[in-house]
């Protein structure tokens, strides 16, 4: 069992992050190489400064808010919630004094950044059961969804039983020697990463998010890198 934690928590995060960047970057590549689109894919009247409307497009999701509110309101509050992820993510490594403008304790949210993300991908997993958007939807989808919702239940997991329910054996000190380790290529796996009652879920945790790595340049995830230069076009 030691030796399947220790390949998913140190081989497999290297594995999952190159096959992301590497990945992602020969898919960028791929699309800049493509030959250009004959018509334009500007829509008029054109409206300046190009540059903000092409911004509030990409983070303000304008269509979706006119069309379909209810959706827009999970869009927004998923992906303001995924900001939160990344810095939460970040600073499992160390405290960044940029970060604690608001001072917090490390996980930030008191464990409601998980809990927000998982309704909200419960939300966008079960609107896809329903007519037309289930007629819209590809295996890919609920795959990525059900995916994601693994990754988030997982994680948010240790952060509840830590906070809510004051289990203390996993600390945070504890990933910052572990996520350290792998940062700076001497893997060190401490001792109640891999021997206490909560190893398994760090484990499961980050094997679902090395296959969410692995698959993303492949996806349709890829939008989150496309979607600004996309309707920077469209905005002339
Ligand atoms: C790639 C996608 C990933 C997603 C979507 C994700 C998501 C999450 C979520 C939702 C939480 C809980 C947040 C909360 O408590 O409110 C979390 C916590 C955590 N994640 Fe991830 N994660 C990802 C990747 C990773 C990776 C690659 C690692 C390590 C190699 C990792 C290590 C952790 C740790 C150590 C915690 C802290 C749990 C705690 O506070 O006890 N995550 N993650």
Same mark, same amino acid.
């Given at each position: 069992?030691?030796?399947?934690?220790?390949?998913?928590?140190?081989?497999?995060?290297?594995?999952?992050?190159?096959?992301?960047?590497?990945? %992602?970057?020969?898919?960028?590549?791929?699309?800049? #190489?493509?030959?250009? *689109?004959?018509?334009?894919?500007?829509?008029?009247?054109?409206?300046?400064?190009?540059?903000?409307?092409?911004?509030?497009?990409?983070?303000?999701?304008? %269509?979706?808010?006119?069309?379909?509110?209810?959706?827009?309101?999970?869009? =927004?509050?998923?992906?303001?919630?995924?900001?939160?992820?990344?810095?939460?993510?970040?600073?499992?490594?160390?405290?960044?004094?940029?970060?604690?403008?608001?001072?917090?304790?490390?996980? !930030?949210?008191?464990?409601?950044?998980?809990?927000?993300?998982?309704?909200?991908?419960?939300?966008?997993?079960?609107? #896809?059961?329903?007519?037309?958007?289930?007629?819209?939807?590809?295996?890919?989808?609920?795959?990525?969804?059900?995916?994601?919702? !693994?990754?988030?239940?997982?994680?948010?997991?240790?952060?509840?039983?830590?906070?809510?329910?004051?289990?203390?054996?996993?600390?945070?000190?504890?990933?910052?020697?572990?996520?350290?380790?792998?940062?700076?290529?001497?893997?060190?796996?401490?001792? *109640?990463?891999?021997?206490?009652?909560?190893?398994? =879920?760090?484990?499961?945790?980050?094997?679902?998010?090395?296959?969410?790595?692995?698959?993303?340049?492949?996806?349709?995830? =890829?939008?989150?890198?496309?979607?600004?230069? =996309? *309707?920077? !076009? #469209? #905005?002339?």
């Amino acid at each position: 069992m030691q030796t399947v934690y220790y390949i998913v928590l140190v081989p497999m995060v290297y594995v999952a992050f190159a096959v992301f960047f590497l990945g %992602t970057a020969i898919r960028i590549v791929k699309i800049l #190489r493509e030959p250009k *689109n004959p018509s334009t894919l500007q829509i008029f009247p054109e409206k300046q400064p190009n540059w903000l409307y092409a911004l509030s497009d990409t983070f303000f999701f304008p %269509t979706v808010r006119r069309h379909k509110p209810v959706l827009w309101v999970f869009l =927004m509050t998923f992906h303001v919630a995924l900001l939160f992820l990344i810095i939460g993510h970040v600073e499992l490594f160390q405290e960044f004094k940029i970060f604690q403008i608001i001072p917090h304790e490390v996980f !930030l949210g008191k464990g409601f950044v998980g809990l927000i993300l998982a309704i909200t991908l419960l939300f966008f997993l079960f609107r #896809r059961f329903k007519s037309p958007t289930k007629e819209l939807s590809v295996p890919e989808d609920y795959f990525l969804l059900i995916l994601l919702f !693994l990754i988030v239940i997982f994680g948010s997991q240790m952060d509840w039983a830590r906070r809510w329910y004051e289990y203390g054996e996993l600390t945070v000190e504890d990933y910052q020697v572990y996520l350290n380790s792998l940062l700076y290529l001497k893997p060190e796996l401490p001792y *109640n990463v891999t021997f206490t009652g909560h190893s398994f =879920m760090l484990v499961l945790h980050v094997f679902f998010a090395n296959l969410f790595l692995m698959f993303f340049p492949f996806s349709q995830l =890829m939008h989150s890198f496309l979607a600004l230069p =996309m *309707n920077k !076009l #469209r #905005r002339g």
